[in-house]
């Protein structure tokens, strides 16, 4: 049995935006409105980017480095 | 079973969700983290602390019970952690009010945190592989009240 979608569901990203990160593996992205505004090596750097562009606090994801695994 | 749609994005098999980090002074941002249940606690990347202005060298290592500093285990060998008092909210949820930080790419939602708040299942082999997340309890209450499929 399914239950019908809850409105607590989400998604952190498009499907558009997830190729777009593949774009810049091993950077620190900074993403509003589900758009990618700011691309940096550390997440200082993009924030700082994102704020010099005008835009207001920004959702930070690190895009792992391809081939790089990662085990914690 | 009943089943719940899921409640994060998989990014290949990395289950990902936005929480806030948040440290003395309310200073915070919002990043990804990613539910992590091989980690044994919430970890936050050090560049995250960084740009929150923390002072890494001030923090202090987290000790054991033999009274010597604990440290990370990862695939290249250990690595040092520090302890770090904040927290780390998701939704409405603090999921710890202290955490790990070290220097990973990821906020790692860990076992001792989030995993006993929450009841997480993952189904990769799905047609449309999804996680679900439910407050612990939730997830056997649905089981208990699920029909019989026979």
Redesign the interface.
Known sequence: ???P??D??????SEKV?HQ?LEHPGK?VGLYNDEIVAVGN???ET?SLARKAGYP??????V?EQGK???? | ?????????L?GH?P???VDVVVANDRR????AML?S??DRT?V?L??L??LGVDYDKLKMPVGGNGEPIR?Q??DGDFEIRTCRGKVRWRTTTICTEFWV?N???V?LGRDDFFKKFDVIFDWSAPEPYVDIEPAGTMRALAVF??DPD
């Open positions: 049995m399914t239950l979608a809850q607590s569901i989400e998604r952190v990203f997830e990160l620190w550390s997440p200082a924030l606090p920004v959702l930070l994801h690190h792992p695994a990662y085990f914690f | 079973m009943v089943r719940v749609p899921g409640t994060a994005t990014i990395s990902l969700v936005k941002l919002q990043a990804t992590d091989g980690a970890v990347p560049q995250i960084e740009a990370g990862g695939a070290a990973c790419g990821f790692l699920a029909p």
